[in-house]
């Protein structure tokens, strides 16, 4: 369309080609619109719009078809100013883009509560259709219409797609790296003139900054009641015998109800721990899904739950309690891997950090794989409870590497691999073999060589005790680095010995 | 001079409708009260307009108003009689002669209806040369002559004078005394002297309706295009009607699709009384002042615009109109514009 033509009279003057024509008669009896369908189409125009028309006859309808003449009609519309209009937009379509910008914003003036309310002021401004979505594709407020493009959340830039019927503009919204956006906004806007898309994209962008602000806000929020809560319980564990009054105040306020009896549950993520604010709405959700309803809070490498009832839950359940945690923990990929530990109930602020420590404590020996399952419960640890006084006493681990130097200062990884197996599948060289996947002999030159270079002799009872106990020391540190290889081996070596 | 008789009155009956373009009224009861009239008249006398005597006058009647009423509501008879007496008396001249102010639809029967019983010859000429919606749309007002004093009658017996104003002012005082006498009136016009109707009336109109009829019974719509001018627009059925008010009287448009159908052709007929306009592929084919006439394939009678319906088949024919109105003066009252189509009057170029 390069121009608009109002039309006085059904005989035409000149008309440029490719105008748009309007009819504007003072009386319209309808069969000027038949004259000006032939006019306009010998004039090449594009078009003929007829305000303030409702019904066209057969004798208007068919000519315009076998001619391929538009014909609109709209009713109760003045003709002058559709056609100014018009005019304005065929001639000066650049001032579109100026316009929808401006009421986005003034749309946009309050601090957002919802999101919702970003994709209301959106829909409204531009006739489109929006979506707030995640970075990975699910829908957070408005509605999708349209599917979006798995390729757009690799890329992470503003992308205008041009589907079926009309444009997705695409809109990431960055809130705490730079590279990859948190949120992406997505409106389905019908088929536009470019300058209206362009200008619906700035808007776009525009309401993501607020969607921003919200997201960056929501953050803020959230990572200041996690701190709060993670004070507070480490207030709680400090002062477990006598509890101050201020921290009272403090559990009361955060909804904690420190009578009754708890269950501590200590849960730990392995690999990043970054994400451990992100994720601790999560944690909980999965949780009470599996009536684990009670605080959750972040520690250093995970985080402290428990569940609290009035009275003292029976000897019983605790089986049924841990099989919980499991299966709770067990649909937990989502938020990568993890591990649980779970203690015995206890009663009082000061049961609480019992329950909490025991819990912690049992942690420690789940995942590692050799016979233990991902979450373990305190009672079921037995000896090994034992032990986990030497492996948390500092003066052993300093002891320990002491010990293991020669192999670890020279980097024998293999040779250390080969000691502990050795050491767990009781001394035994051919078990140590196939769990190890190498030669017999290759276990015995292996031990040997160890032998030589610690100059201990693991044959020996005293001896083979102190190494073994050293082993798991290290065990221990290396895992909270890298427990995955760790207990990779491990669960080889153990497989073998099933075997 | 020529002598009508009654078996001319069916001829003339069917003449004068189809002169009267869709309009003019129906013209069943008039030829009925026409034809016993005449019978019982033997004959009237149709004069030339320089046939009657010089110094004489002759006074244009007619209907106005509803000739649906007027079917219903029949006349007491001596409507034209009061009418033509009181107008004698007001202008204190005697008159020699009738004509029709309206040679077409029902007027024409009822000019012959009023001679025939008051014995008076009949002029052949008329105001218009085929059926207009209004009183000033005659060639008295083209030419200004005179229309008022005009009386309107009604069967009730009561007598209107309407003086002293002339054109669209007399039209609209005749039309609203019409509504108050109770939807028809019989009007007598000023009387109009001989040289002015020598010069400025429509001549043979009478005869002309006499002959469109006859033609018509006896070769059809071939023999009436031949002889009596003329073109054939379109032949086809009826396939859409839509009736709305326009102005003051009732109009509407319809949709005739061609009789072969697959050369998709559809022709447009707007009509408000009379057709004024016939456009077929956005290119008018025929406009007022020419004669646009629907006519009956099945019976070849002419179709009223209140007759238009559904599934008729029609065909679509043209008479041309009388000189007069194709002038740029003449087109002025009468042209299309005068009828709210802002289109130029033409025929279109390769048409007869």
Known sequence: MRDVFVAHTPTLPKVAPGALVVAAYRRQRGFEAELLVRQAHMADAVGVVLPSMSNLMLTTRRPAERLDMPLLTLPDRDPVALARQLSREVHAPERHASSPVPRVLKALRAPLSTPDRVVDAVDSELGCVTAVLRAEGALVAGELVAPVPESLFERGVPEIVNVEGGHLLCAPVFVEDAMRPDLWLVARLPHSHVFWVDASMHALTAAGMALATWAARQRLIGERNARDRSTLLSELMDNSTSLPRHVAEHAVRAGWRLEGWHVGIQVRLSGDTQQLLRLTPRVRELLAEHGLDGPVVERTDGWACWVTTPKMPSSGSHREFTMRVRSALGRAEVIGDVVGGIGRPYAGPAGLVQSLKEAREACLFAGDGSRRGRVEHVDELGVMRVLADWYRSEAFRAYAKTLLAPLLENGEEALLETLRTYLELESSASSTASALRVHRNTVALRVSRVEEMLSMNPAGPDERLVLQLACRVLQCLTRRRSSRRWRTSADQAAGSRRR | ?352
């Not at chain 2, 014995?119 to 005659?138: E, I």
């Not at chain 2, 009388?322 to 740029?328: F, S, Y």
Request: hydrophobic residues 45%; negative net charge.
């Open chain 2, 1 to 352: 001079m020529w002598q009508l008789v009654a078996d001319d009155v069916e001829a003339l009956a069917l003449g004068a409708s189809m002169l009267g373009s869709g309009g003019g009224g129906s013209t069943r009861v008039a030829a009925l009260m026409a034809e016993r009239l005449v019978r019982e008249a033997g004959s009237i006398d149709v004069l030339d307009a320089n046939e009657m005597p010089q110094g004489a006058y002759a006074a244009p009647v007619g209907l106005i108003g509803s000739v649906t009423v007027f079917e219903e509501k029949p006349p007491r008879g001596d409507e034209v009689s009061r009418a033509l007496g009181l107008l004698e008396r007001h202008t204190g001249r005697k008159l020699h002669a009738l004509l029709p102010f309206e040679s077409a639809g029902v007027n024409a029967l009822l000019a012959v209806c009023s001679a025939a019983s008051l014995k008076l010859p009949l002029v052949d000429a008329d105001g218009m040369g085929r059926a207009f919606p209004q009183l000033d749309q005659t060639v008295f007002t083209l030419h200004d002559l005179p229309v008022s004093p005009m009386v309107l009658s009604d069967e009730k017996g009561s007598l209107v004078v309407v003086d002293g104003v002339n054109h669209l002012f007399a039209e609209e005082l005749a039309r609203s005394n019409v509504v108050t006498m109770g939807g028809w009136a019989m009007l007598v016009m000023a009387p109009q002297s001989a040289s002015d109707l020598v010069r400025f009336a429509i001549p043979h109109s009478i005869r002309r309706a006499v002959e469109v009829g006859r033609l018509m019974k006896q070769g059809g719509i071939p023999a009436l295009l031949t002889h009596a001018g003329g073109r054939a627009l379109f032949r086809g059925r009826i396939v859409e009607v839509s009736r709305e008010q326009r102005g003051r009287f009732g109009g509407g448009s319809a949709a005739v699709q061609h009789v072969d159908t697959e050369s998709g052709r559809l022709m447009r007929i707007e009509f408000q009384n009379e057709n004024p306009v016939a456009v077929e592929d956005g290119v008018v084919r025929a406009c007022v002042p020419d004669i646009i006439c629907l006519v009956d394939a099945e019976r070849m009678r002419p179709v009223l615009s209140e007759e238009l319906r559904y599934g008729l088949e029609v065909e679509v024919i043209v008479l041309p109109c009388p000189l007069a109105w194709r002038t740029p003066s003449g087109l002025g009252p009468v042209g299309p514009r005068a009828f709210g189509y802002d289109v130029p009057y033409v025929i279109p170029r390769g048409e007869p």
